[in-house]
């Protein structure tokens, strides 16, 4: 066991200490995203991948935007400006349909999915996320979950041409920060050693100052 990691990881300098969710990102000229060094892209994409995933049934689908048009129109849909101006876009799908297509080309009849399938596809899809928001943030970058999508899900799911199976969790916005928000909020639940129905909630401090 490394004692001396553990401390690390929680010290106020620390990897998770770091962690803010930015919506400011460094743009080029004409406001234009940053590009990602191809390697770092691929390393996103990797630790997306290496998720664990519900039953092994990888019920979801990483959908990365890069048309400036499309991603101009999720960020007013989703009321997130920096959906246009991340170095990187990403929505998070649950989605049963990829697999029942890759039934079909093995040759066999997909089943039916129960409403579980959105349940273990939803999992998946945060899982497949925050592992690349880690990565990103282990590499320097910064990011922002998305569950605006919600404000608007019919005309996203229209935008992003869904087929009937998938559906957007939340989009992902990676970059360069370009603003340094402070530690929020302040104090977060921890976890209840008593039963959940006559606990009083526990929250300490995570943040540094
Ligand atoms: C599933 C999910 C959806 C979120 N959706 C949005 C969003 O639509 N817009 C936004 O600005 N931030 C969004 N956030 C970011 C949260 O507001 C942020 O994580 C929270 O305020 C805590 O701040 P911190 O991440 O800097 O610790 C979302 C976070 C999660 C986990």
Do not use: K
């Not at 129109?73 to 990187?88: G, K, Q, V």
């Amino acid at each position: 066991m490394r004692h001396d990691f553990a401390t690390d990881l929680r010290a106020s300098s620390g990897f998770f200490s770091a962690h803010r969710t930015v919506r400011q990102y460094a743009t080029g000229p004409g406001d234009q995203p940053i590009q990602l060094p191809p390697d770092h892209l691929e390393t996103l994409l990797y630790a997306a991948q290496r998720a664990p995933t519900d039953a092994t049934a990888q019920l979801y689908s990483v959908i990365r935007i890069t048309d400036p048009e499309q991603r101009a129109r999720l960020a007013a849909l989703t009321e997130n400006a920096h959906l246009a101006t991340a170095s990187e876009t990403f929505v998070l799908c649950a989605d049963t349909r990829r697999v029942a297509r890759l039934l079909e080309a093995a040759g066999y009849q997909p089943g039916h999915w129960p409403a579980v399938g959105v349940h273990f596809g939803v999992g998946d899809a945060v899982m497949a996320g925050q592992n690349l928001l880690i990565a990103a943030e282990m590499l320097g970058y910064q990011g922002c979950w998305v569950g605006g999508v919600l404000n608007n899900l019919p005309a996203v799911t229209q935008a992003l041409e869904l087929p009937e199976g998938v559906f957007a969790f939340a989009a992902l916005t990676i970059g360069i920060p370009a603003e340094e928000p402070p530690c929020a909020p302040g104090y977060r639940a921890t976890w209840l050693f008593t039963p959940m129905s006559t606990a009083t909630p526990t929250y300490r401090s995570c943040c540094a100052a």
